[in-house]
């Protein structure tokens, strides 16, 4: 039987990681990308952590074995991230109604918990803020589940709605997932606020709806501990939600593909039942997950002395996309660009979305080797001191015109 026919027309590049390839193709030496989610240094490289680096040189040293890890990976390192979500001594982890497993970074914790979803007969709906990182959606559907939407902005396009994201969840059913970010919401950098968080569980438990946080970018927020703040809100006992973590960002484990998958469930018995049928689809999709990253993660976290290198580490990479957001904001006003530039400041995280029209987002790569994504979505972090005074020109000269 020949290949379906479908496979025989060339898919549409992603809509990220496609901009990264014709970004390198590109020759002109001016060339700005702004396009990937991945953080840089003043240099545009992508550091290695000197923690990252100390704690290899311990692996090295110990000589681990190579064998395969445990369906649900290594148990320090879960036991680690549930620390590190939670917080020390935090009663979900305490009880044992917290449960991790180990997974290839977040997206693969977010295919994992699909996946889970899907075959242990959940209804098929998972809801998605209007926007999202454009790799939810595909990842949701190709699970099976029926992908809607939940609008999360006003109508300045800077500022949260959270009247309209509330409303839309009371039309949801009981049993629906909610994809909710955990802190530097992609592609906005904007989060909910305590009562935010707090009305949108009393809604989720009010409807029967299971939540899924996306928590890749902890600690390039507020710290550590404040971008996990929506933990006091969701973290109640008539309430399960699932987390899903990446260490991509946070420790610059980019290749290692670093995640987990967290199930928070009423009582102890069920989150260990519902473990089973994670280790299910994990064992079904890539039978158990790569050593080398979780094993310098676990390191890292269970070591005093590293574990504060680390923190310093992350702590230097969020003062400078704060930096960045500030002189961005600060050129973008003194250049006269058209628009409300404020809110960025106080946003958190790597990104930042301007509102732009698909032709502006065209011009700016094919006129001036700028490239951004979607409606303007750009990695804070991908601004230098080299190509910000660029990249204002060129912003200047698409939303001028």
Same mark, same amino acid.
């Given at each position: 039987m020949p290949l379906p026919a479908r496979a025989l027309s060339p898919a549409p590049p992603d809509p990220i990681l496609g901009l990264s390839e014709a970004f390198r193709a590109d020759p002109r030496p001016s060339k700005a990308n702004l396009a990937v989610g991945v953080y840089v240094d003043e240099t545009g490289t992508t550091p290695v952590l000197p923690s990252v680096q100390a704690a290899e040189r311990q692996l090295v040293d110990a000589n681990p074995s190579r064998t395969y890890l445990p369906i649900d990976g290594r148990p320090g390192y879960r036991d680690a991230v549930r620390s590190l979500v939670f917080g020390a001594g935090h009663e979900a982890v305490a009880s044992g109604r917290a449960v991790s497993a180990q997974t290839p970074g977040g997206t693969g914790a977010l295919r994992v918990a699909a996946d889970f979803l899907v075959q242990a007969g959940n209804p098929r709906t998972v809801w998605l803020s209007?926007?999202?990182?454009?790799?939810?959606?595909? @990842?949701?559907?190709?699970?099976?589940?029926?992908?809607?939407?939940?609008?999360?902005? &006003?109508?300045?396009?800077?500022?949260?709605?959270a009247g309209a994201l509330l409303?839309?969840?009371?039309? !949801?059913?009981?049993?629906?997932?909610?994809? @909710?970010?955990?802190?530097? $919401?992609?592609?906005?950098?904007?989060?909910? &606020?305590?009562?935010?968080?707090?009305? +949108? !569980?009393?809604?989720?438990?009010?409807?029967?709806?299971?939540?899924?946080?996306?928590?890749?970018?902890?600690g390039f927020g507020d710290g550590l501990r404040e971008d996990a703040a929506w933990v006091d809100a969701l973290a109640r006992p008539d309430l399960e939600f699932l987390v899903c973590s990446s260490f991509s960002k946070n420790f610059a484990l980019y290749a290692e593909r670093v995640g987990a998958l967290t199930v928070v469930a009423r009582e102890p018995a069920r989150a260990e039942s519902a473990l089973t049928h994670v280790k299910i689809a +994990?064992?079904?999709?890539?039978?158990?997950?790569? !050593? $080398?990253?979780?094993?310098?993660?676990?390191?890292?976290?269970?070591?005093?002395?590293?574990?504060?290198?680390?923190?310093?580490?992350?702590?230097? #990479?969020?003062?400078?996309?704060?930096?960045?957001?500030?002189?961005?904001?600060?050129?973008?006003?003194?250049?006269?660009?058209?628009?409300?530039?404020?809110? @960025? /400041?106080?946003? /958190?995280? #790597?990104?930042?979305?301007?509102?732009?029209?698909?032709?502006?987002?065209?011009? @700016?790569?094919?006129?001036?080797g700028v490239y951004v994504v979607g409606a303007g979505r750009i990695n804070v972090a991908g601004l230098t001191r080299a190509n910000l005074p660029r990249v204002v020109d060129a912003l200047g000269a698409v939303i001028a015109s």
């Open positions: 209007q926007p999202t990182w454009p790799n939810h959606t595909q @990842l949701f559907t190709l699970a099976g589940m029926e992908v809607r939407t939940y609008p999360y902005l &006003d109508a300045s396009g800077r500022h949260l709605d409303a839309a969840l009371r039309g !949801a059913s009981a049993g629906d997932v909610v994809v @909710l970010h955990g802190s530097c $919401h992609n592609p906005t950098g904007i989060d909910p &606020d305590p009562a935010t968080w707090r009305a +949108i !569980a009393d809604l989720a438990v009010e409807r029967g709806l299971l939540p899924i946080v996306d928590f890749a970018y902890q +994990i064992r079904a999709n890539y039978s158990n997950p790569p !050593a $080398h990253g979780a094993a310098v993660v676990e390191t890292i976290l269970c070591d005093p002395q590293l574990r504060a290198r680390w923190e310093d580490e992350v702590a230097g #990479m969020r003062a400078r996309i704060r930096s960045n957001r500030a002189e961005l904001v600060d050129a973008l006003q003194a250049a006269g660009v058209p628009g409300d530039w404020e809110p @960025l /400041r106080g946003q /958190r995280g #790597m990104f930042a979305l301007l509102g732009l029209r698909p032709e502006q987002v065209g011009r @700016l790569r094919e006129e001036f």
